[in-house]
């Protein structure tokens, strides 16, 4: 855990105006789980494809117990984004309205080219930097993707997918991840399309929700990874966990979204695993993973950690610098960023 001098020291109850004001650095929310009811509902009718239901029932949240409920309507959406100028909206809307209007001063975007079927890898690529850098234009939040690769797919159609990412390296592309069931796609398989992302010189992460522990290790060990994602499990392994503090492994944990999921506790709002995570020493940062399919934003999700285990604004402050540490920016973009979280910090302490 990070703590900076500049965050807000202990006080009363972390309220929604001081949780939208603190900055905030985002490294787990994906670009489809990020189109809002009404954007999802215009580019369905553009391209004639059909939804489930109407733009004000479009996300069932009650539904999403079941990750596999989600991913049905997650590619649903995914189907409706064709074109460069889709892809360019949708990236700019998350980066503002769901981005920067949270005092969110970077992320780092999951782009899964799998759920876009027929394409074009360099088209989802054109309209995504189009939308970063009109994003950075009009509001100052800073981007880079990380292009994951769809664990229930081939692991030969994801080396091929890294192939791909290789071919066209952009400075945008910092990295690549692994999303979708791994109870579908456990990691092991993906060892060889890492390694080839890392001898290519691409950062490496992965989605490790339902566990065992056990995963943990081979996205370590064999996958190379630097990061992993939700892996709330970790805590249930005291060898695991232990080399995850002694290595300072970050993992990017998603309240509101794992709740609803029960993957960070028993759905009851206590984010019981998160805490013990965080109690035990682990470098945790704090996103908010796929907001409007899941009725959340990333103010939200510092409310509702706040409020279920009493954090304050320091201590939500301390996930912000933790997640600029674990952020692929360089040295330098790094310093960038806590700069201009110090500036805020004070601006408000």
């Known amino acids: 855990m990070t703590t900076d001098p500049a965050a807000p020291k202990n006080g009363p109850a972390v309220t929604e105006k001081t949780a939208r004001s603190l900055p905030k650095v985002s490294l787990h929310c994906h670009l489809t789980g990020s189109v809002r009811a009404a954007t999802a509902v215009e580019l369905a009718r553009k391209h004639g494809v059909p939804l489930p239901r109407d733009a004000g029932s479009l996300y069932d949240i009650p539904s999403y117990e079941s990750l596999g409920e989600?991913?049905?309507?997650?590619?649903?959406?995914?189907?409706?984004?064709?074109?460069?100028?889709?892809?360019?909206?949708?990236?700019?809307?998350?980066?503002?309205?769901?981005?920067?209007?949270?005092?969110?001063?970077?992320?780092?975007?999951?782009?899964?080219?799998?759920?876009?079927?027929?394409?074009?890898?360099?088209?989802?690529?054109?309209?995504?930097?189009?939308?970063?850098?009109?994003?950075?234009?009009?509001?100052?939040?800073?981007?880079?993707?990380?292009?994951?690769?769809?664990?229930?797919r081939s692991a030969r159609e994801a080396e091929a997918l890294v192939e791909t990412v290789i071919e066209h390296r952009t400075e945008e592309v910092v990295g690549i991840g692994l999303d979708y069931e791994e109870v579908n796609g456990p990691p092991g398989l993906f060892a060889t399309a890492f390694r080839r992302a890392e001898r290519a010189g691409l950062n490496r992460t992965a989605h490790s929700e339902s566990g065992p522990p056990r995963h943990i290790e081979i996205l370590l060990d064999d996958l190379h990874c630097t990061r992993v994602d939700h892996g709330y499990h970790v805590v249930t392994s005291p060898p695991v966990l232990r080399r995850c503090v002694d290595e300072g492994i970050a993992f990017t944990c998603t309240p509101v979204s794992s709740d609803i999921g029960r993957y960070s506790g028993g759905g009851d709002g206590s984010h019981e695993l998160i805490d013990r995570m965080r109690r035990a020493g682990l470098r945790i940062t704090i996103d908010s993973d796929d907001p409007p399919m899941f009725g959340t934003d990333p103010t939200n999700d510092f409310v509702v950690l706040a409020g279920a285990l009493g954090y304050t604004a320091r201590d939500l402050a301390d996930f912000t610098f933790t997640a600029i540490d674990a952020c692929w920016l360089d040295d330098s973009g790094k310093d960038g960023l806590r700069r201009r979280a110090r500036s805020l910090l004070e601006e408000i302490s």
């Not at 949708?90 to 759920?115: C, K, M, N, Q, W």
């Open 70 to 152: 989600f991913l049905r309507v997650y590619d649903v959406i995914g189907s409706a984004m064709r074109d460069a100028d889709d892809f360019r909206r949708v990236t700019y809307e998350s980066l503002t309205l769901g981005g920067a209007d949270h005092t969110v001063l970077y992320r780092e975007i999951f782009v899964s080219p799998a759920s876009h079927p027929g394409v074009p890898y360099a088209t989802i690529m054109e309209g995504v930097r189009a939308g970063m850098r009109e994003a950075l234009t009009d509001r100052g939040i800073d981007s880079r993707v990380i292009v994951a690769l769809h664990r229930e």
